[in-house]
């Protein structure tokens, strides 16, 4: 079989290879991966930006879906010829995370899926929706998932509620999707005009550029009779954190997710004692989250957004177009 990995950090550095296809070992199961999408934690890892120690090689990617070609002994869940996709991190199967249960991640702690086999325990793995093609289901495991958690877990998003996303990359076109099914009024930030007409067509209520428009937050507020909103799907990190502290109304929740901006700017910490702000981190999610998420998105017939899809030849293409910021959506590498 063929895998792309790690040898030394740099996009430029990642190899194709030729390797033996894997066996199921008692409790595993051995997929045929189909599509693997990426996220931007694939291109931190790849670039040493992630974890500077982390032992190499390293196959990449978090996220991917495929068909069951073989079980291990053991095996009962999970059948051959099921369509099923990888969980984020491999021992966080239910109940609230612990620093056990967020060991083993995919593409970072252990080897990822951007291989045309791979062997993963039946517990690491759901059935995706079948009315998602392959393409569609490798980008749930962790956007998908990280939007859930972030609407519903974290925000508690109710009908009527207001939700701020910021960019239109993976996760906030989720969070924008998610948020539409449950009746919120959604905002969006962007810095391109062409993307915030985009994502008025998938029910984005209002956007503002940020390049046009830097005091997004003040936007917000006006937008919200000076209230604020419920829930600030905060991707942009270091750099926006102020912002959504701004944006966010007293008493509702930032949702902390993403680390693309730095800022050199020491943070005022009072907007979250006046405002009682409730700031919760979201690291992807359980596979009991995933199998939740996954009977929303069959009921409501959700179908990801997907903005380009390389072959597997070109995932080093792939990883430098995220790197370029110019995708809406997912990107996804079609494996076979």
Known sequence: MKLWRIPSFGIDKLELIDAPTPKPAAGEVLLKVHAVSLNYRDLLVTLGHYNPKMSLPRIPASDGAGEVVAVGDGVTRIKI?????????????????????QRRALGGDIDGMLAEYVVLPESGLVAIPDH???????????????????????????????????????VSIFALQFAKALGARV?????????????ATLGLDAGVNYR???????????????????????????????????AVRVGGTVAQ???????????????????????????VGSRADFLEMNRAIDQIRLKPVVDEIFTFDKAPAALKRMQSGAHFGKLVIRVS
């Open 81 to 101: 010829g099921q369509r099923v996709a990888g969980i984020f991190m491999q021992n966080w199967l239910e109940g609230p995370p612990t620093a056990q249960k």
């Open 132 to 170: 998602l093609s392959w393409e569609d289901a490798a980008t749930l495991p962790c956007a998908a998932v990280t939007a859930w958690n972030a609407l519903v877990h974290a925000g508690r998003i109710k009908v009527g509620d207001t939700v701020v996303i910021q960019g239109t990359g993976g």
């Open 187 to 199: 905002l969006g930030t962007s810095g391109s005009n062409e993307k915030l007409d985009r994502a």
């Open 212 to 246: 046009q428009v830097p005091d997004w937050a003040n936007w917000v507020l006006e937008e919200t009779h000076g209230e604020g909103a419920d829930l600030v799907v905060e991707v942009g990190g270091a750099g926006t954190f102020v912002s959504s502290l701004k």
């Open 257 to 283: 997710i993403g680390v693309l901006t730095h800022t050199s700017e020491s943070l005022n910490i009072v907007p979250i004692l006046h405002k009682q702000v409730h700031v919760q981190g979201i690291y």
